[in-house]
């Protein structure tokens, strides 16, 4: 039994108790000159007052309880098959996540060896390849497509950032499709899920599917959501539920970019980076 309906209880149980108490002070009001009655007729006919006078508001109270008790439960069985549903997704999205495999130039990010990863390991790197074109010199991709002087007009130029990071996405997505495709279509879905649904506080399960995903997770949601795979739709739900908000600190440019596409989300996030 939940707090709120446990609140809705007292609160009937207290206007029947009330209502009882004014019925009978009513009658003490009406009768108090007249000494106690030890005729049962005469309490037979109280009773009747009471029953009659309090009866009809005692059972529209009952009717209102009933009613409360069968939206309760009602509403209880909405929670549970949503949550069933929704762990059962979440669940799905893992799989998809540990199943993922596919390579990363390794030389960009500056490491030896193979360049096949699985699982989180393929968003760990990933993450450092896309955080190496949009954040370190000389290979900044915006340091190596204009001047000096375009490359601050671009920091605030919406419009021309955009196109530079959908020509920067497509770049990474090509040959991806089927890894990325079949991830961000799961939990654009996911989060799908909980917006559309008809429960409260719908954050909470928002955080709980942020709470699973890496930082580098997050940090290739960033982009996904932005270029014109996630622009459409998952760019505003990212935003609106600050799903971002935790993402660990990329650099200038990467900041420049939060507070353009996800302003929102940009607040939260500097505010958790201030110190207390």
């Not at 991709?141 to 497509?170: C, G, H, R, W």
């Amino acid at each position: 039994m939940d707090k709120q309906f446990k609140n809705y209880i007292l609160i009937v149980v207290g206007l029947a108790v009330g209502l009882l108490l004014i019925v009978t002070l009513i009658y003490w009001l009406n009768f108090a000159q007249y000494t106690l009655s030890k005729n049962t007729d005469d309490w037979g006919q109280f009773g009747a007052y009471i029953g009659g006078v309090a009866g009809v508001f005692l059972t529209l109270l009952t009717i209102i309880l009933l009613i409360i008790t069968l939206y309760s439960q009602n509403r209880n069985a909405t929670i549970s098959q949503f949550e069933s549903s929704f762990f059962e997704l979440l669940r799905l999205h893992k799989e998809i996540t540990d199943r993922i495999c596919g390579t990363v130039d390794i030389s960009i990010i500056y490491e030896s060896g193979g360049n096949e990863f699985k699982g989180l390991m393929y968003f760990e790197k990933l993450s450092k390849e896309i955080h190496k074109k949009f954040d370190d010199n000389p290979d900044n991709i915006l340091e190596q497509l204009v001047n000096p002087i375009e490359f601050k007009n671009i920091l605030e130029d919406k419009t021309a950032m955009q196109e530079i990071i959908d020509s920067f996405y497509n770049e990474l997505y090509h040959g991806r499709e089927s890894e990325l495709g079949h991830y961000f279509r799961s939990l654009y879905h996911l989060v799908k899920f909980v917006n559309d649904s008809l429960i409260g506080n719908k954050k909470r399960y928002i955080d709980l599917i942020q709470a699973y995903l890496t930082d580098a997770e997050l940090h290739c949601t960033f982009y996904n959501g932005i270029a014109i795979y996630g622009r459409k739709h998952f760019q505003r739900l990212l935003d609106d539920y600050s799903f971002l908000e935790n993402i660990k600190p990329k650099g200038d440019i990467f900041e420049k970019q939060f507070e353009m596409f996800y302003p929102k989300t940009f607040i939260n996030y500097k505010n958790k980076l201030r110190p207390n």
